[in-house]
């Protein structure tokens, strides 16, 4: 879990690392959401693309802010 590969790092440098390995995908993100604009305040594509990209990189609990 996140919570364990933290015992030893200080939050920075944790999250610096993690950046640095998920750059391709986190490009990938942005890139998939620059081709799917949608209105301001009704980003439900993006949300839940987000929202997936979390969860499969072992974020929890995710809260939903956009209405699906």
Known sequence: SAVQRLKGVSMNRYIEKWFQE?????????????????????????????????RDNGFEKIETFAVH
Request: charged share 35%.
């Open 22 to 54: 998920h750059t391709d995908e986190i490009r990938q993100l942005k890139d998939d959401i620059w081709a799917h604009p949608e209105v301001a305040f009704t980003e439900h594509y993006a949300c839940r693309r987000t929202e997936k990209f979390l």
